[in-house]
């Protein structure tokens, strides 16, 4: 019998705002191009019209991260196949989670609904409002049930995690989103030269489920996350000893492990034992640690190791968890 502690990802869905950028995307050191046939299933980005999803419903006064978000959420949403109207939460990994108007938005969302509220009465600044993500996602998908998290980065997965194991929900929708640093050009592999400013650097979804939700559906899972955990370390002391903190709640030997880091804060010695995203998906507390995940499905898909991806941000708190290959019970 399956454990309900097992949590699978079974669909995912990425917005680009410059489709033809990813053609070329390094991961893992390697070219790899992520619109070949196998990849389609995971990443569905090749110039995806993201307004017109949504403005055929009138949605049409929502920023461009609000947007992205929404409609790679439905890409995740589709890919899993998730058709209940119940048991449904939702997750947005962003910086902006503690602005007193996100609050108050949401809550007159999820108080009076979506068709009540214009998404333009709500907080949206050059990157996403989670309150406008779910407004803007509702009206689209029309579930009647909704959580929200307002954490960042790989949080919003550790949060969601939590969630499903507890039975609060059967299946979440997790999505990061953010915008590009414009003074590190190192930062801009998806902006054209003549357009450096407040370009969203596009959104990731993923879809987690119970592995005894997926079974019911006759489901099978991309990657399975086996652990997560989150760490704190003050900005200004020595950098944290990974290989302690992950034994706090791995299993198995570090050496075991693909190291995969999202954030940009390691001393130099420490990176040569990750790969370095920061130049490849932004300083973006939201998106980054989404994005690693996907990288992480994608190599789980052809067998590889267990990989780590851990993900940083300025406050101190260090977020991880372990995507692993599908067991051969996962698989079709």
Same mark, same amino acid.
């Given at each position: 019998m399956t454990s309900p502690q097992e949590v699978w990802i079974t669909g995912c869905g990425a917005i680009s705002p410059w489709g033809s950028a990813w053609q070329d995307l390094p991961t893992f050191g390697s070219k790899r191009d992520l619109l070949k046939p196998e990849a389609g299933k995971l990443l569905r980005m090749a110039e &995806?019209? =993201?307004?017109?999803?949504?403005? #055929? %419903?009138?949605? +049409?006064?929502?920023?461009?991260g609000t947007l992205a978000l929404a409609c790679s959420s439905v890409l995740a949403v589709e890919d899993a196949d998730w058709q209940d109207q119940e048991g449904l939460a939702f997750f947005a990994g962003t910086?902006?989670?503690n602005v007193s108007p996100m609050f108050d938005f949401l809550y007159r969302v999820l108080n009076e609904?979506?068709?009540?509220?214009?998404?333009?009465?709500?907080?949206?600044?050059?990157?996403?409002?989670?309150?406008? &993500?779910? =407004?803007?996602?509702?009206?689209? #998908? %029309?579930?009647? +049930?909704?959580?929200?998290?307002?954490?960042?980065?790989?949080?919003?997965?550790?949060d969601a995690i939590r969630w499903i194991r507890a039975g609060w929900a059967r299946g979440a929708v997790v999505g990061g989103v953010d915008t590009i640093n414009v003074d590190l050009e190192s930062w801009l592999p998806f902006q054209p030269?003549?357009?450096?400013?407040?370009v969203s650097e596009g959104a990731y979804s993923?879809?987690?489920?119970?592995a005894e939700s997926a079974r019911q559906r006759g489901r099978t899972a991309i990657?399975?996350?086996r652990e997560s955990g989150l760490g704190f370390h003050p900005p200004a002391g020595p950098p944290p000893d990974f290989s302690f903190w992950f034994s706090k709640f791995a299993s198995g030997e570090p050496s075991t492990y693909r190291w995969l880091y999202c954030g940009n804060d390691l001393n130099q010695d420490s990176e040569a034992q990750f790969l370095p995203l920061t130049r490849l998906y932004g300083n973006a507390l939201g998106a980054r640690g989404l994005a690693g995940v996907q990288v992480a499905c994608?190599?789980?898909?052809?067998?590889?190791?267990?990989?780590?991806?851990?993900?940083?941000?300025?406050?101190?708190?260090?977020?991880?968890?372990?995507?692993?290959?599908?067991?051969?019970?996962s698989k079709s």
């Open positions: &995806y019209d =993201s307004k017109g999803i949504l403005n #055929r %419903r009138g949605l +049409r006064y929502c920023g461009s910086g902006f989670g609904g979506p068709a009540q509220v214009l998404p333009m009465a709500s907080f949206d600044a050059a990157l996403n409002s989670q309150a406008n &993500y779910v =407004s803007v996602f509702l009206a689209a #998908r %029309r579930l009647n +049930r909704c959580f929200v998290g307002m954490t960042a980065g790989l949080e919003a997965v550790i030269e003549e357009s450096r400013n407040g993923i879809f987690l489920e119970s990657a399975e996350i994608l190599e789980a898909r052809e067998g590889a190791t267990p990989i780590q991806v851990f993900d940083s941000h300025r406050q101190g708190n260090y977020a991880a968890v372990t995507v692993t290959p599908p067991t051969p019970n």
